[in-house]
């Protein structure tokens, strides 16, 4: 894991009042990482604080360096983004993970969403499309590339809600009462975390890319009755 030595001494917000997003580049290939950074140090909002280039690396450079997001490739030597991502949950990363990958199979997407990725992206995606989604995913929401978003949206004859556990219900109404994660977290006793985690769940499940449209969603579906 490298640190990025132009994030040391950035200031903690940008020339307004918005913090500054710190980003782990996880992939195994320099140039994309030199790609990546470039276009991710050019923005006043966002900052790569570190790099890896592999799936063990990626875990320790997220434990120490604590970034807003890391952004990971799947297919790496040893350790692969998958695992890396699995991995870094357990160890008690905070933060979170957006893939970016050339591959869009169904099976990869499910497996890194189901390890507590909260997007996932190919790696032909506009730069202004990976620049939105780490701004996405800083602020909560779940940015899903629509060429792979489509293969997960349920059927929409099925029962509105009704492929949603007990839990991703339940935060999904304190979503639309107006609560922050962290409240959410502490209303049902888990980690903020762990809220993410559902949230990213009931996005995809329901068919909406933030909370606001969740929180529509959730009043026109669940509260209407």
Known sequence: MTPN?????????????EPV?????????????????????ATED?????????GAAAVRGALELRPDVVLMDISMPGMDGIQSTRRLFEAGYAGSVVMLTSFSDQAR????LAAGAVGYLLK??????????LRAAARGHA??????????????????????SAREREVLLLVAE???????????????????????NVFRRIG????????????????SS
Do not use: C, Y
């Open 21 to 41: 997003v710190g980003v782990l580049l996880v992939d195994d290939h320099p140039l994309v990482r030199a790609g990546l950074t470039g276009l991710i140090d």
């Open 143 to 164: 940015p899903l590339d629509p060429r792979v978003a489509g293969a997960l949206l349920p059927t929409r004859r099925d029962a509105p809600g009704a492929d949603l």
């Open 208 to 223: 909406v890319a933030d909370r606001t449209s969740a929180a529509l969603w959730a009043r026109d579906h669940l509260l």
């Open 178 to 200: 107006g609560l922050a994660n962290k409240q959410i977290g502490r209303r049902l006793g888990i980690t903020e975390r762990t809220v993410k985690v559902h949230l990213g």
């Open 46 to 54: 966002l900052r790569v604080v570190g790099e890896a280039a592999d």
């Open 124 to 133: 032909d995606s506009d730069p202004r499309e990976v620049l939105a989604a």
């Open 109 to 112: 997407v499910v497996d890194a």
């Open 5 to 17: 030595p132009r994030a040391t001494g950035t200031p903690a917000t940008t020339g307004t009042t």
